[in-house]
């Protein structure tokens, strides 16, 4: 008599093929001693992998970024001679602290001086365009 758990039933026939791809036809071997003829691997000779960071805890992954680098280069867009003076405080607290950040403050710097001495050029030759038209007489 069959159960439910016997599974399906086939008629006996021919051989069936090989197994599907991925499956043993026969069991595998215990795991014990090697056959005879193949070399016994000796254990590595490094320790178990250890995990986690390198940092002592609550550190984090690197140096901290200095804040006032990080808006030095947005002020340094925005307006220009608060990124430059921003961007030359923050240099001084890394160089105190050794905090992250130090191209981003000199990068601050660099923006900031080239867009505020633009500035100041613009508003040179405007005085001095301003100057000769009401010296001439325009009238």
């Keep these: 008599m069959s159960t439910p758990d016997d599974g399906p039933r086939t008629a006996p026939g021919?051989?069936?093929?090989?197994?599907?791809?991925g499956q043993q036809p026969f069991a595998q071997p215990?795991?014990?001693q090697p056959p005879h003829g193949?070399?016994?691997y000796a254990p590595p000779q490094y320790g178990p992998p250890v995990y986690?960071?390198?940092y002592p805890p609550?550190?984090?992954y690197g140096r901290p970024t200095n804040s006032l680098a990080i808006l030095s280069l947005v002020l340094?867009?925005?307006?220009?001679?608060?990124?430059?003076?921003?961007?030359?405080?923050a240099r001084r607290q890394i160089r105190e602290t050794h905090e992250g950040g130090d191209g981003l403050?000199?990068?601050?710097?660099?923006?900031?001086?080239?867009?505020t001495a633009l500035?100041?050029?613009?508003?040179?030759?405007?005085?001095?365009?301003?100057?000769?038209?009401?010296s001439t007489g325009f009238s």
Excluded: D
Excluded at 76 to 86: D, E, K, S, Y
Excluded at 105 to 115: D, F, N
């Design 14 to 21: 021919p051989h069936p093929g090989p197994p599907p791809y």
């Design 30 to 32: 215990g795991y014990g």
């Design 58 to 60: 609550g550190y984090g």
């Design 52 to 54: 986690g960071s390198p």
């Design 76 to 89: 340094a867009f925005v307006f220009a001679p608060a990124g430059l003076i921003t961007g030359i405080i």
């Design 38 to 40: 193949q070399p016994q």
């Design 105 to 115: 403050a000199l990068a601050g710097i660099i923006v900031g001086g080239i867009a």
């Design 119 to 134: 500035f100041a050029l613009v508003i040179v030759f405007w005085v001095i365009a301003f100057a000769s038209l009401t």
